[in-house]
């Protein structure tokens, strides 16, 4: 793991300090739906206001394509934010220039200023070097604080680290902690847990963690292609038949390197994909041609709880079936409470991330059961995938 600075080593008292969040929250009728994530940034908010920092928070909201664009403004965040953080929240018409060094002169020790969207302009996703500094122009130090953008080598996560001396934020260092535990220096044996739709967008995900882990567990519309590959019929499922080479070419090597891949051995099967369709229990050799794998039967739930009863770390992405859809969530929901039962015993460490994962585990009720559940998507995906990631590269020492 990357050797980085914290909020510990840093002295921020009457220091502008420039704080990379991701504030690219869900927003309906103008007003903030969901808090997670900036729930998430308030420990390193907090902390720099109250040691009298300038707090100038830097964000980007949609993809406006280095153009102004009214939807993508940040300023309704700012309202949202205010109200939420209990402080006001200064908001800035742009993010470089005088606007910017007018508001930052003009406040005081403590005060929390946002400036518009960085993604206004073109440089941020060129990562700019000019427009970094004109970003750096007002601040004294840099925190990153947004692990969720910090797969991406844009100027205000990686070009601007090069110009101030750089830290991580709570949030940032709690991820990598956490991150670092699980897959980096983790107590063993290690399981992980992918599902999703297919295998196509987590080819190098796969690869990578049959290398990392004990035991690997394929859910959802992935496991489908597996079962392809092995000779199974898996009748109408989401299957990518495409790539059954590719998927014995998985299970061959994880044989070679002594990891286990667990495939559902009982499903639930359905001919439509709504709510409340008619469904049956079946083993994996027993589908029809006009049905759908939709869950994971209780008899697979079943096998995989005594599975995790041997491990000591889990790592999860992706859900087991259509968690979308009752009742089709069945299997998705028991392992989470499974999982949540053996981390609150101190008998498991859980990390789990990814956004359909998360949209699951809150379904199921377990989101404060787990060790650490990361707000990332993309940039889970990455570090799973062992990739560096530019933003956290950045802050190495």
């Keep these: 793991m990357v050797e980085f600075k914290t909020l510990d080593d840093l002295d921020?008292?009457?220091?502008?300090?420039?704080?990379?969040?991701?504030?690219?929250?869900?927003?309906e009728d103008g007003k903030i739906a969901d808090f997670t994530r900036i729930d998430r940034i308030l420990p390193t908010l907090n902390e720099l206001a109250d040691k009298g920092a300038k707090v100038l928070l830097l964000s980007h909201f949609g993809r406006?394509?280095?153009k102004a664009v009214p939807d993508m403004s940040l300023r309704p965040i700012a309202d949202g934010l205010a109200a939420h953080i209990k402080r006001p929240v200064t908001f800035i018409e742009d993010c470089i220039g005088e606007p910017v060094a007018k508001a930052v002169s003009s406040a005081s020790a403590g005060d929390v200023l946002l400036a518009e969207n960085v993604r206004f302009h073109a440089g941020e996703e060129k990562n700019d070097t000019g427009f970094a500094k004109e970003l750096a122009a007002v601040g004294d130090a840099y925190v990153n604080d947004a692990f969720s953008c910090s797969h991406r080598a844009h100027a205000s996560t990686e070009a601007l680290a090069h110009l101030l001396p750089a830290y991580a934020g709570r949030n940032m260092?709690?991820?990598?902690t956490a991150l670092s535990k699980a897959l980096e220096k983790p107590a063993r044996p290690v399981m992980a847990v992918v599902g999703g739709a297919k295998i196509s967008s987590k080819l190098d995900l796969l690869f990578n963690l049959i290398e990392k882990v004990d035991i690997l567990v394929i859910g959802g519309g992935m496991a489908n292609t597996f079962l392809n590959a092995k000779g199974v019929n898996v009748g109408a499922s989401l299957c990518e038949h495409d790539l059954a080479e590719t998927a014995s070419e998985i299970l061959a090597k994880a044989e070679k390197v002594g990891c286990d891949v667990l495939l559902p051995a009982h499903v639930v099967l359905a001919k439509e994909f709504k709510a409340g369709a008619t469904n049956r229990t079946a083993g994996v050799d027993d589908v029809q041609a006009d049905e759908m794998i939709l869950d994971v039967a209780p008899e697979s739930v079943t096998l995989l709880k005594e599975r995790l009863a041997t491990v000591k770390t889990l790592i999860w992405n992706g859900p087991f079936g259509a968690f979308e859809i009752d009742p089709f969530d069945a299997g998705t929901v028991a392992v989470a409470k499974e999982v949540e039962k053996l981390t609150r015993a101190g008998e498991l460490i859980s990390v789990a991330g990814g956004g359909d994962t998360v949209s699951a585990l809150a379904k199921a009720g377990v989101t404060d059961g787990l060790t650490y559940i990361s707000t990332a998507g993309g940039a889970f995906l990455e570090w799973m995938e062992g990739k560096t990631l530019p933003g956290v590269a950045a802050l190495s020492r």
């Design 173 to 176: 260092e709690a991820e990598l």
């Design 12 to 27: 921020v008292s009457g220091k502008t300090v420039l704080v990379r969040v991701d504030l690219n929250v869900p927003v």
């Design 64 to 66: 406006p394509k280095g």
